[in-house]
């Protein structure tokens, strides 16, 4: 039978020299490209033999075989699917520039990293070629279904490959690798190994529709292709075996083929979807929620999505691994793909499988996949969905992941414009209004007292701190009920979100309090404060002069009841919780000047009123300015400017008071 000798292009001599010299520490992925391969044959298959009925082929066994021969070191991936015809052969094997070479490789180059690069396999259409990654010579034999001859391929992957006609080559296509030897340094593994091909299967191709078998070793091993195509296909029986040998064992089925994603909800119980989610997520625990999902029309994908019942230990760490795994009919792309889920929704694991997207595809186009970026939209879409029926039907379900992860879903109101009024309306706040019970703001603005127009808040680092803060008295008196926010997240997200059902949100802690009557304060009660301001002016300018290195103006309070005095910030200025939370970041916030509020009411206060009104040039009395602005700050969890000089002006003043 007549060989051909050809010369690779250029190009193409230049991929296999890296493909051979390890461009990819990963190189398990090598199986995962000729089973993913091997399985669309079969697809093929199936399809036209149901579209011509006269095709001579036998579709009663679709499978894919493993035969590993460890004397030998090499190893046969074969299928009984659609095959090759010559000219497809030398289309599709023969001329890799056909797949995009100088795209790939100039790809490569520009990679920031081995999970990059190692992305990069398959989207060019070089899956076959990553066998030279673990592989001396790669030979393939194939037959087109409806064809009598088949064709042999064969290189070496040094410059050349032969390609030659097989007189005799069953149905479909086998992948013969004579494997290079061991090296642990190189990460080159005994890939002869049944422990290492079932490891590869099950983590990549557990869910390919059609059976994976393992065929069993015979004594003294396999003998490789040849032109004839004996000994290269299980299915042909006895002659394939060496004459004298054992029976073999029956072969071994590595895949599970329980792809529940494919399933409808009512043929899946509970637990299969438990193991699955286990499996995947390598959580021993239940998750709380199972989403399955169909997207059917001009773009297909399935997704079956799970809402842990508790969270990962890492899931505010920046080096967690985050992201559901994306499948590409069935074939697994990437463990973590984090372009299908919002960073705020990070703790959804699952499975996304997609009908027509390209093989192994790199994280970067993933970015820029318009199709993903759909995926992307509808997966946050129907998690926040959930999370909604959750709430309403199923409420200790939606507690128990409101106390988890409400902190992260909240990060979504920074970045997830589109969501940010679903967002709001699934979460959950503390509030004074009930010690255990948090609430949502549409139940705030239902409780909201007759004429109130804003919802107020107040953030702190625990409850305690919130309801034990000056801030608290006026509106604890008057009936308010007030947002306690302790998240670190809140403190950022209350200054992008204006409003909720037309609302302002505003902090008791910043601004004018806006609680000095209203329409409904009487008109003895507006003399009165009229009386204090008149009073105070005096006081409120010499405070605001000795203090002026410290704080912006001092003003009377309508927010204290029992506390001499605290310090508030502007409507607009960064509070210093917000400033040590961008500080800790790496950001640097320059310190701004807050405001001090006096309490007319208490007897400090009015003490230093008459105290000024008396002996303004008294020498002790800005020490006593300072230490009420201490007391402020002290009061709200903060610290003197000086806290030497601070606990000496009190030391000094309670001595005097003995």
Request: aromatic share 6%; charged share 30%; hydrophobic share 35%.
């Amino acid at each position: 039978m007549p060989t051909e000798t050809f010369e690779f292009q250029v190009e193409a001599r230049q991929l296999l020299q890296m493909m051979i010299h390890s461009i990819y520490s990963n190189k398990d992925v090598f199986l995962r490209e000729l089973i993913s391969n091997a399985s669309d044959a079969l697809d093929k298959l199936r399809i036209e033999a149901l579209r011509d009925d006269s095709l001579a082929a036998d579709v009663s066994d679709l499978h894919i075989a493993i035969e590993a021969d460890r004397e030998a070191r090499t190893l046969t991936i074969r299928d009984n699917g659609i095959g090759m015809s010559h000219d497809d052969v030398v289309r599709l094997i023969g001329t890799i520039a056909k797949s995009g070479t100088g795209e790939f490789l100039q790809q490569l180059k520009e990679a920031k990293n081995e999970a990059a690069a190692e992305g990069l396999i398959g989207q060019f259409g070089v899956g076959f070629y990553s066998s030279f990654m673990v592989a001396d010579e790669v030979t393939l034999l194939t037959r087109r279904a409806g064809e009598d001859k088949g064709t042999l391929w064969t290189s070496s992957g040094q410059g050349s490959y032969t390609i030659a006609t097989a007189d005799e080559a069953p149905q479909g296509t086998a992948v013969t690798l004579r494997l290079k030897p061991e090296d642990a340094e190189d990460r080159m593994f005994d890939y002869t190994d049944p422990a290492k091909i079932r490891e590869i299967v099950k983590r990549y191709s557990d869910f390919i529709t059609w059976p994976i078998r393992l065929v069993g070793q015979a004594p003294g091993g396999a003998p490789e292709a040849t032109a004839d195509g004996a000994g290269e296909d299980g299915a042909e029986g006895e002659e394939s075996a060496p004459r004298g040998a054992e029976e073999q064992p029956e072969p071994e089925t590595l895949n599970s083929r329980k792809a529940l994603w494919a399933r409808p909800r009512n043929e899946v119980s509970d637990a299969e979807y438990h193991e699955l989610y286990k499996h995947i997520s390598h959580d021993w625990a239940d998750p709380l929620e199972i989403i399955p999902m169909r997207a059917e029309g001009t773009f297909e994908y399935q997704a079956l999505l799970f809402l842990p019942s508790r969270p990962q230990h890492d899931l505010f760490s920046q080096d967690s691994k985050r992201g559901v795994q994306l499948y590409v009919k069935r074939v697994l792309i990437m463990e973590n793909c984090e372009a299908l889920v919002p960073d705020y929704l990070r703790f959804v694991k699952g499975v996304v499988d997609a009908a027509d997207l390209s093989l192994n595809v790199s994280r970067e186009i993933l970015q820029q996949d318009r199709q993903i970026q759909l995926m992307h939209r509808r997966l946050a879409k129907k998690v926040l969905s959930t999370v909604k029926e959750m709430k309403a039907k199923r409420p200790d379900n939606y507690a128990a992941f409101w106390r988890h992860f409400g902190a992260v879903v909240k990060e979504g109101l920074l970045s997830d414009f589109d969501n940010r009024d679903t967002i709001l309306g699934v979460s959950s706040f503390a509030t004074t209004n009930d010690a255990e019970q948090p609430t949502s703001l549409q139940e705030y603005i239902d409780r909201m007292k007759e004429g109130q127009q804003h919802i107020f808040y107040m953030t702190g680092e625990s409850r305690n701190a919130v309801e034990s803060s000056p801030h608290m008295e006026a509106f604890r008196e008057k009936g308010y009920e007030v947002l306690i926010l302790t998240d670190p997240v809140d403190e950022v997200w209350v200054g992008a979100v204006p409003e909720f059902q037309g609302k302002e949100l505003r902090s008791i802690a910043k601004g004018e309090a806006g609680l000095d009557g209203g329409e409904e304060e009487t008109e003895e009660a507006k003399a009165e404060r009229e009386q204090q301001r008149e009073d105070y002016a005096a006081l409120l300018t010499w405070m605001g002069e000795q203090l002026s290195e410290s704080v912006k103006e001092v003003r009377l309070s309508s927010r204290l009841t029992v506390s001499p005095a605290c310090v508030v910030s502007d409507q607009n200025d960064v509070t210093p919780a917000l400033q040590n939370l961008y500080r800790a970041m790496g950001q640097d916030v320059p310190a701004g000047k807050r405001i001090l509020e006096l309490n007319p009411g208490h007897p400090l206060v009015e003490g230093l009123r008459r105290a000024h009104t008396d002996r303004a040039s008294d020498p002790g009395l800005p020490g006593t300015a300072e230490v009420i602005y201490g007391m402020a700050l002290l009061a709200e969890g903060s610290q003197p400017d000086d806290p030497a000089r601070f606990t000496k002006l009190l030391a000094e003043r309670l001595e005097r008071a003995l």
